[in-house]
């Protein structure tokens, strides 16, 4: 892997170095510095001139600092002839404005999406984009991880012989379906009508939960409001067990620590997309890493390889 080139922003260093640890290869140092008009300054300290450079970096808190920084890396590797230039993206978080749901309101994951591809990335790699549409929405090639192997094989250590996996809605439901057949589990979905950022309501839990042991799989948690109102109608029906899993685990706004103080909720797993500080973590809380996976999909982008053949095989039981 000689002519490769990984560059991390500031947003996820640590998971930058672990993804080069697998790959074998040193991660290349980035300079940030910021003007004293607050203008952000990248520049890439290594040599990219007709190399396959990837540059990682999640669009998290805060979100528009971090987007502007990957802008700039785009620049700056296009202004230094790189070959080829692949944004290692595991958490876009505009993926969540994708629909006009209401007059004369902005598309962000559309226009983040050209503004990227406009800065100069070439290629995209992300993991578990919030909605299908979201992939059409780069006009250059995206490849789509997830990380249900992840979470399979972390659930795998448990007796799943009365396992039900339940979707907090319907949008999530086939992500829900195609997990609970993993785990050779059942299936049930919230019925959720959503009224703000952070307030729903989950009339209904279609499935059987009753004396089973619940997986409550979203794509991501953030305030936490969806996950305590499914808690509460899926109380209503006497599971034997809950836990919680996501690919994203955003927790604001407290969300750990509350959905953490629920007494019947026994852990709550996430993986390494988004870094959860250290002070924020509980006894509950389980991060996975997806590491290795971003690994190989990098590894298989730069040898011309199919990454959706990660896919194709089921997970050793």
């Given amino acids: 892997m000689r002519d490769i080139a990984v560059f991390s922003g500031s947003a996820h260093p640590e998971l930058a170095e672990e993804v080069c640890a ?14 004293a008009n607050d203008c952000l300054e990248v520049q890439l300290l290594a040599n990219c001139r007709e190399r396959d450079v990837f540059l990682v970096q999640p669009l ?18 296009r202004g230094a ?3 080829r230039i692949t944004v290692v993206m595991p958490h876009y978080s505009y993926a969540r404005s994708d629909k006009k749901d209401a007059p004369r309101i902005s598309l962000g994951g559309r226009l983040v ?11 995209v790699l992300a993991m578990t984009l919030h909605s299908p549409q979201v992939h059409g929405f780069f006009s250059v090639p995206v490849d789509h991880l997830h ?15 009365r396992t039900t996996v339940v979707s907090p809605d319907l949008g999530n439901a086939k992500e829900a379906a195609a997990f ?3 785990l050779g589990a ?22 059987d939960v009753a004396g089973r042991d619940v997986i409550v799989l979203d794509d991501e948690i953030a305030k936490g409001s969806t996950v305590l109102e499914l808690l509460d109608r899926l109380r209503e029906s006497g599971p034997r067990t809950i836990r919680l899993a996501c690919t994203h685990g955003l927790f604001a706004a407290d969300a750990l620590e509350r959905l953490g103080g629920q007494p019947d909720v026994l852990e709550i797993v996430c993986t390494n997309t988004v870094p959860v500080p250290a002070g924020d973590h509980t006894d509950k809380l389980r991060v996975l890493s997806i590491a290795p996976a971003l690994a190989e999909a990098v590894r298989r982008i730069h040898n011309g390889e199919s990454v959706s053949a990660l ?5 050793a039981g």
């Fill in 311 to 315: 896919f194709d095989a089921r997970p």
């Fill in 60 to 77: 998290i808190k805060p979100v528009q600092e971090h987007l502007v920084e990957l802008l700039l890396m785009c620049d700056a590797a």
């Fill in 186 to 207: 059942q299936v049930a979905a919230g019925a959720k009508q959503r009224y703000a950022d952070d307030r729903v309501s989950i009339n209904a839990v279609i499935g």
């Fill in 113 to 123: 999406a050209d503004l990227l591809v406009a800065a100069g990335a070439g290629r």
């Fill in 180 to 182: 609970a057949r993993m």
């Fill in 147 to 161: 990380a249900l192997r992840e979470l399979a094989a972390h659930f795998r250590r448990y007796d799943l012989s």
């Fill in 22 to 35: 697998h790959l074998g290869v040193p991660l290349s140092p980035t300079r940030v510095s910021r003007f």
């Fill in 81 to 83: 002839s790189a070959g």
